[in-house]
């Protein structure tokens, strides 16, 4: 273990709501060490006052994101050699939403807006139908599939510069979660999704900056997922005549 | 700050002038050859109803285009919104349809 | 200014172009405007403006309009068919570089011809 003499300068976001400072620590370096193993090690052996949070530590459920060297990202899966400049760590709450401690922001918003953009599922059939048969390879359940493998990390509603500068704007997240629900042929009612988005705050407002696709841990596509709203209500739009 | 609306109004102008701008460039292109001036300008336009709907409609189209970004722009750099912002890209549609009529009438009829 | 980290790839500077080059050509229609309708009004003032062209500085300024209205065009063009048209990436892609193609031989020949 030649790295265990080597130190990492890791700053790191202090404070509650909007106030705060980053303060930095050494942390030693490991040969596999993650962002989020960096953090907790601060937490364990320099400052128990550290405030972050985690659960499943492997990418399954969305929790420890964070903006690492200005970038978001799942740090439980974020090697650190990665992402290391000159040494130096830097590691803040995600961008956009509220602060609540330290490193952990508030996901409210972004919970408050999945709703919004109509993220809960209605079913077409009660529980007394039959299963309804979607055959996988059916083009709308294919489109699906692309969207549903988010976790609400929240890492592409940290990384829009559009949710920056429109606070009512849903969000690369909730919108693609209409995308997939648009495209499910159990949801009757497609044209309540569409309204969902396409009032002030919908997927109209997307400049298609992209960095929601670029930054997904998950490699999903919200970009195309709103261009496939945008088509969609451009389609509705002439067929309905408003 | 865009509705379906706004959207398709911002999209709709923007397809209409794709061809207009590049008939723009290529007049542009034509029109520096040997030096402009007020005579050939007019020479080329006044009494042209093919200029007139030419210009006009690009007029048209560029007024309810630029006032949709513009709004975008000014709500994400001040968060202005409400009432005001409606006034603000309302005004600057009107002005510029005013200010564009009057120099595709100076230039196509006067 | 250092560029953010997360605004640190292609997509994001070509939005950042697009806004940049649209608000540029808005903050210019007016100006447009006014100096066409001078034909209207002061035909001489129109004449003289006009005269302005053969600066160099004036010739710089025609020329930094023009790509404005250029880089609008494709960044408009570019958007609609992110928007509009169900492709893949690569049919996408293709499509644009057989639209440069074009262009490139279509201006090499325009500036033969003029």
């Known amino acids: 273990m ?101 490193l952990a922001a508030d996901m409210d918003p972004f919970f408050d807006k999945w709703i919004r953009a109509g993220g809960v599922h209605r079913p077409s059939r009660s529980r007394n139908d039959p299963i309804q048969q979607v055959p996988p390879d059916d083009p709308g359940r294919v489109e699906a599939n692309k969207g549903i493998e988010c976790i609400n990390c929240s890492v592409c509603y940290a990384a829009c510069d559009t949710v920056a500068g429109n606070p009512d704007y849903l969000g690369p997240a909730a919108l693609q979660r209409a995308w997939t629900l648009y495209n499910d042929a159990k949801v009757e009612d497609r044209q309540a999704v569409l309204d969902s988005v396409s009032g002030a705050g919908g997927c109209h407002n997307c400049h298609s900056q992209g960095s929601c696709t670029r930054f997904c841990p998950n490699e999903l596509d919200p970009l195309s997922a709103i261009a496939g709203l945008k088509r969609a209500s451009a389609r509705s739009f002439f067929r309905r005549g408003e | 700050m865009l509705n379906i609306r706004l959207y398709m109004a911002q999209r709709l102008s923007a397809m209409v002038m794709a061809p207009l701008v590049l008939g723009h460039i290529a007049v542009m292109i034509y029109a520096v050859q040997g030096g402009l001036s007020t005579a050939e300008i007019l020479g080329r336009t006044q009494g042209s109803v093919w200029w007139f709907l030419f210009y006009g409609s690009f007029v048209l189209a560029v007024s309810v285009h630029a006032a949709i970004g513009l709004r975008v722009i000014l709500h994400e750099m001040t968060g202005l919104r409400g009432r005001w912002l409606e006034v603000f890209t309302c005004g600057i549609g009107v002005l510029l349809l005013i200010m564009g009529a009057r120099a595709v009438l100076a230039v196509t009829f006067a | 200014m250092m560029l953010k980290a997360h605004r640190n790839h292609p997509l994001w500077l070509a939005y950042m172009l697009h806004r940049l080059s649209g608000l540029a050509l808005a903050l210019f229609l007016p100006v447009h405007f006014h100096v066409l309708s001078l034909a209207l009004t002061r035909p001489e003032s129109l004449d003289r403006f006009l005269g302005l062209a053969d600066n160099p500085g004036v010739k710089l300024a025609e020329f930094g309009l023009v790509f404005l209205l250029a880089v609008h065009f494709f960044g408009g063009l570019r958007l609609l068919a992110l928007e509009f048209l169900p492709w893949s990436a690569r049919q996408k892609t293709l499509a644009a570089a057989s639209i440069a193609g074009a262009f490139l031989i279509s201006g090499a020949f325009l500036l033969q011809a003029v």
């Open chain 1, 2 to 102: 030649s790295d265990r003499s080597k130190l990492l300068e890791v700053s790191v976001w202090r404070g509650t709501g909007d106030e705060g400072a980053y303060e930095t620590f050494q942390v030693p370096a490991r040969d596999n060490q993650t962002v989020l193993d960096v953090v907790s090690w601060i937490q364990q052996s320099a400052d128990p006052s550290l405030t972050y949070r985690y659960a499943c530590r492997v990418g399954m459920c969305g929790s420890c994101a964070m903006m690492v060297n200005g970038v978001p990202r799942w740090t439980c899966r974020t090697h650190v050699k990665r992402v290391l400049r000159d040494g130096a760590l830097q590691v803040g709450p995600l961008r956009n939403l509220p602060v609540i401690k330290d």
